[in-house]
């Protein structure tokens, strides 16, 4: 997703715009002045002139502007802050502490892995030179692409349609601090910033990016009215671009895309992200204003007569700087004359030839010819300018409060209780200006902070803050855990307690009822300040346990109030906040502990006598039962060899009676196959006489017919 919401989540009908043109007319209008006055505060800190390359005569000036701004600019903001995230009471609260630290590792991690720091420098730079200073949080995504119409298929589905239905994973997240120029910023022309309900920035699109967010019909329909001019040594003209109104309406809660020559809104769409004070930007940064308006008064405005002043003066030092130089004649018949004075050929010293220098001398030599202005008298002159810059120069170090603590200048005949009263003033005449700085700073990683919680995917905020590390698992989850782990599976991360630490996050009610966001400071760099804190953390500890530790000791009753001063205390450092809950059960330990009744020193003897008398029958009991032990193993020995002996016999007497099973049963084969073959003999043999019987009826059949026959022939 680009820098101008290309998402079409949240569109809805496009209305008028007409109102909200006059709106931004109106603060053109109002506010064109206070532009063109930045615009020439900024060419004179960058000593832009308009004097010709080619002229033989330059004015000179002292650029007081760029002086001050670099003096002031690192007593403002010197490096990017520290997130720090506390809970709001500094009370027990577990869901508060894990809330904390995730707001404030995110918060960190957005300050070191994005432009903050190059956003911040920007700001200050606006807040120092035009007077009004704006940074804008941007939330970009990457998601996968969605799936096409298969092979043949044809769809009339808009592209914000398929966005619509179907669901797109995100591949990439990102909060994006942008800074804003002064001059494509603007707000509701209203006295009060509680008053304005509409800000909107300027967004210069080329044609390809026109198209891009708004189709192709519109796109190309918008005019290129913002155009560059042609670069006078290159001669290259810059892109053509669109000047787009995004416009955030808090009345409505919309946001609104405007150009000009359109009477109705190119877009109206919801806001990318629903924040608690909805801007997606801090209050602005004004250097110098009033109750009665919102329009700034840049600081240079303050001093630039004084300034001028200092100009005029340092053109008159340049001026009179070049008139002391040594000038005269010289015999013209002798050329070689003129190294004398310029043995380099350095311009300063000059000498002019005379062709007729014998008639110069007749009349005195240059002295009677010319009169000079005596140098003295120049340098005398020279010394009042000096001395009348200076004068100019405290004036405006009193306006600016720039005093010469501040600027790193020291008077040695000046004693140290002198300087301390300067530096203590200097302090206090810039306080309110570094209090609104790190204000911005603050808001600004508030908003970055409140955008990725809200934002993100779980897992996503889950693995950049590392949750993994400082979350514990919660009762049902280590259940789960032995659980997993009886069966041999991998136990997953805790989570429980972060997805309720989340769900205070996004809650902006419960959200800022329970967590703080806060920024150390941005003035000055100090690497051992994380150093320091654990070592006085740890001092402290220290010191608690060596002098609460023997008086918990005789006097048990004080414990709860021992731990929780403890607890009291590790809640204001921030070293101390990974090591809360366990100093947390250990004060629930101790306070369990003294909770019970300090037992009677008589029976405390008689337990100590019981104890000796335990301990000595323990003794005996161990004795006896190694003599037992002893003699049952003798026993088991003896008992192991009976055995053994038995066995043997018993495998003996077992061969033997299989060998007499065998031998019976080889005896009972031979006997059953002795009557098999008896019987196969008996049946053979009737089976000889049944087919001799047989035969001889065969015989005696065949017989008889014939005998018939015959007689029945005769």
């Known amino acids: 997703m680009s820098d101008y919401l290309e998402s079409a989540k949240g569109r809805s009908a496009v209305g008028s715009a007409t109102a909200t043109i006059q709106n931004i007319e109106s603060y053109e209008k109002e506010y064109q002045q206070w532009e063109r006055r930045g615009e020439a505060v900024v060419k004179r800190y960058r000593d832009e002139r308009n004097e010709a390359s080619n002229a033989r005569v330059t004015a000179r000036k002292y650029n007081i502007l760029w002086a001050n701004t670099e003096t002031l600019r690192p007593s403002l903001y010197a490096r990017a802050p520290n997130v720090q995230v506390e809970r709001r009471f500094k009370d027990s609260d577990p869901v508060g502490r894990v809330a904390s630290e995730i707001a404030e590792r995110a918060g960190q991690y957005l300050v070191e892995t994005s432009d903050y720091d190059a956003v911040m420098k920007a700001v200050v730079e606006d807040y120092l030179l035009p007077g009004r200073a704006i940074a804008w949080i941007n939330y970009k995504a990457d998601f996968s692409d969605p799936e096409g119409p298969m092979d043949g298929e044809e769809t009339e589905e808009t592209p914000e349609q398929k966005a619509e239905e179907t669901p797109l994973d995100k591949v990439r997240e990102m909060v994006v601090p942008i800074y804003v120029g002064y001059k494509d910023f603007g707000h509701s022309p209203v006295r009060t910033w509680q008053e304005v309900t509409q800000c909107w920035r300027v967004c210069h699109m080329n044609r390809e990016k026109l198209v891009a967010r708004f189709g192709s019909e519109l796109g190309n329909k918008l005019p290129l009215d913002r155009h560059k001019e042609a670069a006078s040594d290159t001669g290259e003209v810059n892109e053509d671009t669109s000047s787009i109104y995004e416009v955030f309406d808090k009345a409505r809660r919309k946001v609104c895309w405007i150009h000009k020559s359109e009477t109705d809104y190119l877009e109206e769409v919801a806001p990318p992200v629903d924040l608690q004070n909805f801007w997606p930007f801090p209050r602005p940064l004004w250097s110098t204003s009033t109750n009665d308006t919102l329009i700034p008064i840049p600081l240079y405005a303050l001093y630039q007569d004084q300034a001028a002043e200092l100009d005029k003066i340092t053109n008159r030092i340049a001026r009179l700087t070049d008139g002391l130089k040594l000038a005269g004649v010289y015999d013209a018949s002798i050329p070689e004359l003129q190294r004398i004075l310029s043995p380099h050929g350095a311009p300063d010293n000059m000498l002019i030839p005379v062709s007729n220098y014998a008639g110069l001398r007749e009349k005195g030599g240059v002295r009677g010819s010319i009169e000079l202005v005596p140098l003295d008298l120049i340098a005398a002159t020279l010394m009042s300018l000096y001395e009348a810059r200076q004068q100019v120069l405290g004036v405006i170090y009193q306006v600016t409060g720039l005093s010469d603590i501040i600027r790193g200048e020291s008077n040695p005949n000046e004693t140290a209780r002198a300087q301390s009263i300067k530096s203590q003033f200097a302090s206090l005449r810039i306080k309110d200006a570094q209090a609104e700085v790190a204000r911005f700073a603050k808001d600004l990683i508030a908003i970055m902070v409140e955008t990725a919680v809200e934002m993100y995917e779980p897992q996503t905020l889950y693995d950049m803050v590392m949750a993994a590390s400082f979350i514990q698992l919660s009762p049902r989850e280590q259940q789960e855990a032995q659980m997993l782990q009886q069966a041999g599976m991998p136990v997953p991360p805790p989570k429980e307690q972060f997805e309720a630490a989340l769900k205070l996050l996004r809650d902006d009610r419960m959200r800022s009822f329970h967590i703080d966001i806060e920024t ?55 070293a101390g906040r990974l090591l809360e809950n366990t100093i947390e059960q250990a004060v629930a330990q101790l306070t369990q502990q003294a ?23 323990q003794a005996e009991m161990q004795l006896a039962q ?4 002893s003699t049952m193993q003798v026993k088991s020995a003896e008992l192991t060899s009976d055995v053994q002996v038995k066995n043997n016999e018993l495998s003996a007497e077992a061969q033997m009676h299989q060998q007499d099973l065998a031998f019976k049963a080889a005896e009972a084969q031979k006997d059953r196959e002795a009557e098999l073959q008896r019987f196969i003999a008996k049946l053979e043999q009737e089976r000889v006489i049944e087919e001799m019987k047989i035969s001889a009826e065969n015989e005696r059949t065949m017989a008889a017919p014939s005998i018939d026959i015959v007689e029945v022939i005769n």
Do not use: C, H, W
Request: aromatic share 8%.
């Open 520 to 574: 150390d400071s941005t003035v000055a760099l100090n690497d051992q300040e994380e150093k320091n804190s654990v070592t006085e953390f740890l001092t402290a500890f220290g010191g608690f346990i060596s002098n609460f530790g023997p008086m918990i000791k005789s006097m048990p009753a004080l414990a709860p109030v021992a731990g929780e001063a403890l607890l009291f205390a590790t809640r204001r450092y921030r």
């Open 595 to 617: 909770s019970q009744p300090a037992p009677d020193p008589e029976v405390q003897k008689a337990q100590a006598e019981m104890a000796a008398e335990q301990q000595k029958t």
């Open 626 to 629: 190694a003599k037992i032990q």
